[in-house]
Nanobody
Framework: QVQLVESGGGLVQAGGSLRLSCAASGLTFGDYAMAWFRRTPGKEREFVAGISRIARNTLYADSVKGRFTISRDNAQNTVYLQMNSLKPEDTAVYHC???????????????????WGQGTQVTVSS
């Protein structure tokens, strides 16, 4: 049974930082591209960042470029999202997702992802 479990969310003031983690189990982690999406009430799920299977490629939404960094540790079956210079508009539930993919592939389309975590709430106060 595949599980993706996010942690690290919380309440932070604008300008602050958080580091999200997503621990994967029940799959061969190195066979999957990983991504972070976020969702706010009334909005579609939004791609935030993605990382290819062997971490050669990364991709970011324009809204987070230069502030967020995605990384992965294939030995620990974990993907991370370092979020700096947080803004109130970053407030959302953040989900990690896994996609069976080729070595360097990355996809911003949520429908391309095979597995999802339950999410972790990030709230940024002004």
């Amino acid at each position: 049974q595949v599980q993706l479990v996010e942690s690290g969310g919380g309440l932070v003031q604008a300008g602050g930082s958080l580091r999200l983690s997503c621990a994967a189990s029940g799959l061969t982690f190195g066979d999957y591209a990983m991504a972070w999406f976020r969702r706010t009430p009334g909005k579609e799920r939004e791609f935030v960042a993605g990382i290819s299977r062997i971490a050669r490629n990364t991709l970011y939404a324009d809204s987070v470029k230069g502030r967020f960094t995605i990384s992965r540790d294939n030995a620990q079956n974990t993907v991370y999202l370092q979020m700096n210079s947080l803004k109130p508009e970053d407030t959302a539930v953040y989900h990690c997702a896994a996609q069976a993919a080729t070595w360097y592939a990355l996809d911003t389309n949520a429908n391309a992802y095979n597995y999802w975590g339950q999410g972790t709430q990030v709230t940024v106060s002004s």
